[in-house]
C-alpha cells in the first residue's frame, strides 16, 4: 500500500519534471526521493516514469495514479486545514536543524513551563536536520534552523548569525593562516557530521561551489567525536565557535573562504497558522536568550552554551 509521501513525490516529480527540483519543494534530498520512487514502484510492480530528454515523464500507470493522487492529497489539505484552524494549546512539537542546538533548550525551558504547565513540549527527533519538510507538512509547530528559504508558507523569526569556521590541530599547516579557501582542503581528511552531503554547509557553500573533493571524507555521529579527533590529529572539521568547548588546548579555528561563512537561524512557524500564546512565548524566550550574547562576543557566548546575538562581522552573500 502507498503512503501519503509517495503520493506527495508523484504529484511533484510530474509537476517540476525531475527530482532534483521536487527536492527543493518537498524539502527533501534528491537520493531520498530516488529511494521512495523506486519504493512506489517496487510496491506496485510497474514503472511510474521514464526518463526522455531529461525530464521525466509519467508512463500510463503513472498517470492513472496521479489523478488518485491529486484527489487524496487534496482531501488531506482541507482536513488540515480545518484541523489548523483549531490550533492545539496543549502541545508543542519541535525539532532543530542540528542535534547540538537541542543543548540550547533546557535554560529557556524552566521559565516557558512555569509559565505553561499543561503544555507538554515534544521533541521530534526524527524531523532533526530537515525540520520545514515537516513543518509544511504540519508535523511540527516550530523549526530551529538555518538559511530558511523566503517563502510565503512559512514564517520566520530571526534569532542570531553564527560563521562555519574551519577546526585544525594546532600545530597544523593551516592553523596560522587569516583564511583557507575550498582548494585547502584538497589534501585534508575531513571529518563531517553523519548526515548527507547536501545537508552540510562545508559542501554546499564551499567545496561543491569550488568543484572540490577533500582528500578523505568520514562521517562521526557526535560533536564531541568530532572535536576530540581533530585535537587528536586525525583530520578537520567544519563548527561554529559556539559548539567548540572552553578548554580548546590543541585546536585553532580558521575562517572558512576571504568573507567567511556566515549562517542566519531563525524560528519558523507556519505563516498560516494562528500562533498560540505558548508558542509565541517560547520564541520570545528564544530571543530573549540569544540578544544578551551580543557584547560579551561569541567566546563569551558560548562559554554560556549558547551562540552570539545577530550582528557582528558582516554575512557573507551565498556562493553561486
Known amino acids: 500500500m502507498l503512503e501519503l509521501r509517495h503520493f506527495k513525490l508523484i504529484a511533484a516529480?510530474?509537476?517540476?519534471?525531475?527530482?532534483?527540483?521536487a527536492s527543493r519543494q518537498l524539502h527533501l534530498t534528491s537520493s531520498a526521493l530516488s529511494h521512495q520512487l523506486r519504493d512506489a514502484e517496487e510496491r506496485l510492480g510497474?514503472?511510474?516514469?521514464?526518463?526522455?530528454?531529461?525530464?521525466?515523464?509519467?508512463?500510463?500507470?503513472?498517470?492513472?495514479?496521479?489523478?488518485?493522487?491529486?484527489?487524496?492529497?487534496?482531501?488531506?489539505?482541507?482536513?488540515?486545514?480545518?484541523?489548523?484552524?483549531?490550533?492545539?494549546?496543549?502541545?508543542?512539537?519541535?525539532?532543530?536543524?542540528?542535534?547540538?542546538?537541542?543543548?540550547?533548550?533546557?535554560?529557556?525551558?524552566?521559565?516557558?513551563?512555569?509559565?505553561?504547565?499543561?503544555?507538554?513540549?515534544r521533541i521530534v527527533l526524527e524531523a532533526t536536520r530537515q525540520p520545514l519538510g515537516a513543518l509544511l507538512n504540519g508535523e511540527l509547530d516550530l523549526a530551529l534552523t538555518t538559511d530558511v528559504p523566503r517563502q510565503a508558507r512559512l514564517a520566520q523569526t530571526a534569532l542570531f548569525e553564527d560563521e562555519l569556521m574551519l577546526v585544525v590541530p594546532e600545530d597544523h599547516a593551516l592553523a596560522r593562516r587569516g583564511h583557507v579557501t575550498a582548494e585547502d582542503l584538497t589534501r585534508e581528511h575531513l571529518l563531517t557530521y553523519?548526515?548527507?552531503?547536501?545537508?552540510?554547509?562545508?559542501?554546499?557553500?564551499?567545496?561543491?561551489?569550488?568543484?572540490?573533493?577533500?582528500?578523505?571524507?568520514?562521517?562521526?555521529?557526535?560533536?564531541?567525536?568530532?572535536?576530540?579527533?581533530?585535537?587528536?590529529g586525525i583530520g578537520v572539521t567544519a563548527l561554529p565557535e559556539w559548539m567548540l568547548p572552553d578548554q580548546r588546548h590543541g585546536l585553532r579555528t580558521v575562517r572558512l573562504t576571504p568573507r567567511g561563512i556566515r549562517?542566519?537561524?531563525?524560528?519558523?512557524?507556519?505563516?498560516?497558522?494562528?500562533?498560540?500564546?505558548?508558542?509565541?512565548?517560547?520564541?520570545?524566550?528564544?530571543?530573549e536568550r540569544f540578544s544578551h550574547h551580543g557584547k560579551a562576543g561569541p567566546r563569551a557566548a558560548s562559554r554560556r552554551g549558547a551562540p552570539p546575538r545577530m550582528g557582528g562581522a558582516p554575512r557573507a552573500s551565498p556562493p553561486d
Request: hydrophobic share 45%.
Open 46 to 121: 510497474v514503472q511510474l516514469f521514464q526518463r526522455r530528454q531529461r525530464r521525466l515523464l509519467l508512463t500510463g500507470a503513472g498517470e492513472k495514479l496521479l489523478l488518485s493522487a491529486r484527489r487524496v492529497l487534496s482531501e488531506v489539505a482541507q482536513a488540515e486545514a480545518v484541523c489548523r484552524a483549531h490550533p492545539q494549546d496543549d502541545l508543542l512539537r519541535l525539532s532543530t536543524g542540528c542535534y547540538t542546538v537541542y543543548g540550547w533548550l533546557p535554560p529557556i525551558l524552566g521559565r516557558w513551563q512555569a509559565e505553561h504547565p499543561r503544555v507538554e513540549l
Open 263 to 287: 549562517r542566519r537561524w531563525s524560528a519558523v512557524t507556519r505563516a498560516s497558522r494562528q500562533r498560540p500564546a505558548p508558542l509565541t512565548h517560547f520564541i520570545q524566550l528564544l530571543r
Open 194 to 232: 553523519a548526515a548527507p552531503r547536501e545537508q552540510l554547509d562545508v559542501f554546499t557553500r564551499v567545496l561543491w561551489p569550488a568543484g572540490i573533493e577533500p582528500h578523505r571524507v568520514s562521517p562521526v555521529p557526535l560533536t564531541e567525536a568530532l572535536i576530540e579527533l581533530v585535537r587528536g
Open 13 to 21: 516529480v510530474a509537476d517540476t519534471g525531475s527530482l532534483a527540483a
